[in-house]
């Protein structure tokens, strides 16, 4: 009999950070595991930005008052993702 342990967890582990700056939201996000030389970075599901992978990013969002995000890092242009991440403000 063999059983199903699920998909492998993703070798991506990324972490999140939230503060304000004159009340604007600021993430800043921590990554560790990727390989390739670029990543991309998912807010709300939405491609936010491909940058040059030094395992850290801070989203400087327009955004005030309540408001909850979610992110997501991938190496470039492949499905080795993070698990995705949740910050309420």
């Not at 492998?8 to 950070?17: E, R």
């Not at 304000?20 to 600021?26: I, W």
């Amino acid at each position: 009999a063999t059983t199903d342990a699920g998909p492998p967890p993703p070798d991506i582990s990324l972490t999140l950070l939230g503060s304000k700056k004159k009340g604007r939201h600021v993430i800043d996000l921590n990554w560790t595991g990727s390989t390739t030389g670029n990543v991309d970075i998912y807010r709300d599901g939405d491609l936010l930005t491909t940058i040059t992978d030094d395992g850290s990013h801070t989203d400087n969002t327009s955004n005030k008052g309540g408001r909850s995000y979610t992110y997501q890092v991938c190496e470039a242009d492949t499905a080795n993702c993070s698990a995705v991440e949740s910050i309420v403000f």
